[in-house]
């Protein structure tokens, strides 16, 4: 039987591999897969940690609808030539070459400094153990206002930054 | 009243871009216009006491968790004045009808993010309404899609999701000791579990969150790209109250309603504030740019408001407020001036101007009045915060930072007299003939902005006993 701790330990590893990936990565296309199996990893720790519901709309957004938007947004784009791809791809690879190294050293010293939890938690319900159905629909009316508008100006940002202008 | 300054721009915003509608389009300005003037009526007449609150009728029906303050209240009114000063100086700016339908979208949409991040008292709702403010910034400074606003677009993002993340990271870990993330709850919590690591790391990344979104030194270097890069009107509603809201109201809340002013955060903001004020006014003297200028100024003008706080005393934290106002006022001003210069001369480089208040005498005085006021020459509406932000200082036993403050003072009389002399004082520079001064659009908002800080100034007795140190009074007590 394998402790959870190193299951949820090496879940957490990969997440961070991916996402690194997704950032270094000068093919747009990878970039987009990596940034859905970052996703997705994270939804497997979302879940392992009890968080179903919060899983659930990691792997439906994230990892699913912004996804396809992405990979809908790159097959209009044109692809560099081979030889400016290989050129940027070791360009990336000399700038960034310490990055996976600077994870594992900070996991290593995380793990061997092993900082103690001394919170001293407040005597009855806390906020992060509230049902999130409740939380969305009773008492974060305001928030959800607050997405609708995030969303608007995320519409209108497309629309302006996207749309070709009438004079030059 | 708070409901519907949340409620309001959102309907119109949806109203504005109903498909049945698109004749609205034509008078959208206006619209917006009227908004933004009702805000600020509405916001100096309940300040000063003159009417009740109309719009809390409405407050039953519709349930927001939402709280008027006196501080949101000057918060409140300077949104609705930058708001009016950049719509109209986008009228001036963008020619295209559509664009400047688009632009005015976004500056409705800022403006409930900053109505709301006025109004809040919990920490998540802060977050969501900081958010939207930040999304519309991206976009308002890519606007003219050009190779410079989306550079300095993209370093707002970049800065913005490190903030983003410090922000969420925090609030993750007070949820863990707090039974909800409102203010009060929060701080309570914090006095329970105060010598905590986790705890003492939560109130830490809240911190560096705000001072990133505020462009305090050492989280300064999106700003000035930020600020120079955006279109005119857009600079305008980013120095003049985006960052303001975003960092800086939002530090004066968090410090004053979850955080202990005077402890250890208030020693940490103290230092921050002294560098940035340093920092700002050198980095400000090497600049030929005039947006930058005014950008590195901003910084400058930050640190002090931050020394007000960290002084923690009544007096320094009216100050801060009565400082986060005027600024907010000059700064918006300035801005307007330097759209007024460029959109005359075609050119930010102050190298390649002189003596043009010969042939722009309006923009030349408004000009002096902003610049004097943040100067903190008397007796504008700059000089009394500045004075009383140095007298909490030395009172509170921070005489270093009081003589540092004074000192900062005499360096952005420096920069500014030197820009005043490169852009508007000597003899008419050769190619300038053909200049003239700004349009009505411009003019009117510059000079408002101008009366504004010369009456904050003049009427400063009953604006001190009556609104700001009760504030100051609030918020450390």
Known sequence: MIDDLVVNAALCMLMTAAAIWTVVTVRLLRAAIGLALTSALLTIVMYRFGSPLAAAFELSVCAGLISVIFVSAITLTSRLSSDRLNQRESEVLRRFWFLPLLVIIAGVILYKTSIPIEIIAFEGKTAAQDDVRSIIW???????????????????????????RKHG | MPTLLIILPLALLLILNLPLLRAARRVSFWLCAVLALAQVVATATHMGGLIPDLG????????????????????LLAIGIVVLASLFTARAMIADHDERFKFGNLVILAMMGLNGTALLADLISLYVFIEITAVSSFILIAFDRDSDGLEGSFKYIILSAVATAALLASIALFMMVSPDTSFAAVRAALAVSQHSFYVNLAAGLLLCGLFVKGGLVPFHWWLPDAYSSAPAPASVLLAGIITKVSGIYALIVVSTSILTVGGAAGEVIMVLGIVSAIAGALLALGQRDMKRM???SSVSQVGYIMLGLGSGTALGVAGAVFHFFNHAIFKSLLFVNAAAVEGSLGTRDMDRMGGIASKMPVTGVTSIIGFFSAAGIPPLAGFWSKVMIIIALWQAGHQTASVVAVLVGVLTLAYFLSMQRRV?????????????????????????LALITVAAGLFFKPVFSKIIMPVGEMLVK
């Open chain 2, 424 to 448: 508007f004082f000597g003899r008419l520079r050769e190619g300038l003939g053909e200049i003239r001064e700004a349009r009505m659009s411009i003019l009117v908002p510059a000079v408002s």
């Open chain 2, 56 to 75: 809390a009728a409405f407050d039953p029906y519709i349930v927001l968790q939402l709280r008027m303050t006196g501080l949101s209240e000057v918060v």
């Open chain 1, 138 to 164: 009773n008492t974060r009316h305001l928030d959800l206002i607050g997405q609708i508008a995030i969303l608007l100006a995320g519409a209108i940002g497309v629309v302006l930054l996207f749309k070709e």
């Open chain 2, 294 to 296: 005014l950008a590195y």
